[in-house]
């Protein structure tokens, strides 16, 4: 089910994940390409404006909530139905309705030719979408089949940036927990260096690393595990590697490496 909801995910989703300041210009030119692709409105033919250049600038699509990839329950050793109810319905949809708010915010100052909330508005911007883009990672990270070993290209991977994968897992579960308040833990593929690395985001925005390419996401804000763990951080983390979706991960490294080129 993992490998199938995964490969489902699409392409745009998939570049739409890039972390930080990276992800603006990818969301925005893949997804102005699918909107040109989009079926137009029938009309007269004299009305029909002639169809965009290739390369051409169009408007950008509202963000959407994307459904989870399993259902609710389906994580329950892990975590209950109605943790994933809240975090997926409430938190992310928050977010996505917070990046669109702060996007129509900036539209508005930009017809007003009034700024004046621009700090504001660009803070609203990073942390929204950070948060939608995270989100839409961690659902993928987990996996009713997950556990096990990663595929042998993503353990290569990982042997060589880190020594084995024993000690990625240690690294990882210990930058997760040692995170202060609201963070992430993240497995990032490093395009410069050619190699992977782990950050402890903060919020969803800071502590981040430009143009690094998530491959794998464990929430550690309270909302993600409080119901069922309380203040036991540290069981939540560990048990994470028991649904941890090695498979989405190697995909993942996949199309990093292929921009990469
Ligand atoms: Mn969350």
Known sequence: MSEKKSAALDRREMLGMMAGAALAAPVLGVSGLAAAQAPRPAGREKDKAPPPARGATVS???YTLPPLPYPKNALDG???AEILELHHDKHHAGYVRGLNNALAGLEEARKKGDFAQIK???RELAF???GHVLHTLYWNSM???GGGNPPPRLADALTRSFGSVDAFRKQFAAASKAAEASA???LAYEPLGDRLIILAVEDHQNMGFQGAYPLLVCDVWEHAYYLRYKNDRGTYVDRF????NWQFAD???GEALRLRG
């Open 78 to 80: 892990f975590l209950s």
């Open 120 to 122: 504001a508005l660009e």
């Open 60 to 62: 950008p699509q509202p």
């Open 251 to 253: 995909e993942r490294l």
């Open 128 to 130: 929204h979408g950070s």
């Open 143 to 145: 996996s009713p089949n």
């Open 241 to 244: 590697f028991d649904v941890i």
């Open 184 to 186: 992430w833990g993240v």
